[in-house]
């Protein structure tokens, strides 16, 4: 399976090619190339490179799954929901879940600020979200 707009990093991770655009037929090849594949995660990343100042990302994400308790250290991000739900659970510093979002159609956007502990439970059959925040990228800085 190939798209000629993305090029492929790995399984799990495509870059966007010189085209800034993704359209519904590319969301279309990423949710059934997830699903022949069987995976539970893929990222289409679509800042030119790791030292971009600003990343963004489409993440897929398979039903049943999700993210493990985390937070990142040194930025703020946000989830900008596509299509799907999930469930953004946030903890406080012991890692005890204090409270549960529902991003959907209705509760679409979420800003984090900087050292928030959270989780996604993905409750749809997809979870198809932009994910934007500040780079460089230097490796995961998360607990």
Do not use: C, W
Not at 58 to 74: A, D, E, F, R
Not at 87 to 113: S, V
């Amino acid at each position: 399976m190939q798209n000629k707009n993305f090029k492929k990093i790995n399984d799990y991770v495509f870059r966007l090619r010189k085209d800034n655009l993704v359209n519904l037929n590319d969301l279309n090849f990423l949710e059934s190339y997830i699903k022949k594949k069987k995976l539970k995660k893929l990222r289409l990343l679509m800042h030119k490179n790791n030292n971009s100042k600003i990343h963004e990302m489409l993440i897929l994400l398979s039903k049943n799954h999700g993210t493990p308790v985390h937070k990142n250290y040194n930025l703020e991000k946000s989830y900008y929901l596509i299509k799907g739900s999930f469930n953004l659970n946030i903890y406080n510093l012991l890692k005890k879940k204090i409270k549960t979002i529902k991003i959907d159609k209705k509760n679409f956007f979420f800003r984090f600020e900087k050292k928030v502990f959270h989780s996604l439970e993905v409750t749809s059959k997809y979870a198809i979200f932009l994910e934007t925040s500040k780079g460089p990228f230097k490796g995961l800085k998360r607990i």
